[in-house]
């Protein structure tokens, strides 16, 4: 069974940072492109960043670029997304995603995995 576990999100103020982990299981995660997904309540959900099955290329959103690092480390079956300068608007759950068709990510759209984790919620507020 596939098993995506978030964790490392919370409140905190404007400019400050968070480092999100997904822990994952019931699958050979090196084979997979992995991601991260956001959405705010009413919205759509936005592709935050994808990193390729081997970590070697990754993909941001514009609203992201510059602020927030995806890596992972395949040893440990992890998945992380470094997040700096965070702004309200940064405010979200945020998901962890796998791409069961490909090792390679298809720009930072949501569409394009399989399987999901149950979330974890960042707060950005003063």
């Known amino acids: 069974e596939v098993q995506l576990v978030e964790s490392g999100g919370g409140l905190v103020q404007p400019g400050g940072s968070l480092r999100l982990s997904c822990a994952a299981s019931?699958?050979?995660?090196?084979?997979?492109?992995m991601g991260w997904i956001r959405q705010v309540p009413g919205k759509e959900r936005e592709g935050v960043s994808c990193i390729r099955w081997s970590g070697v290329r990754t993909v941001y959103a514009d609203s992201v670029k510059g602020r927030f690092t995806i890596s992972r480390d395949n040893a440990k079956n992890t998945l992380y997304l470094q997040m700096n300068n965070l702004k309200p608007e940064d405010t979200a759950m945020y998901y962890c995603a796998a791409r069961g068709a490909s090792g390679y990510c298809d720009g930072v759209g949501a569409s394009q995995y399989n399987y999901w984790g149950q979330g974890t919620q960042v707060t950005v507020s003063s």
């Open positions: 019931g699958f050979t995660f090196d084979n997979y492109a």
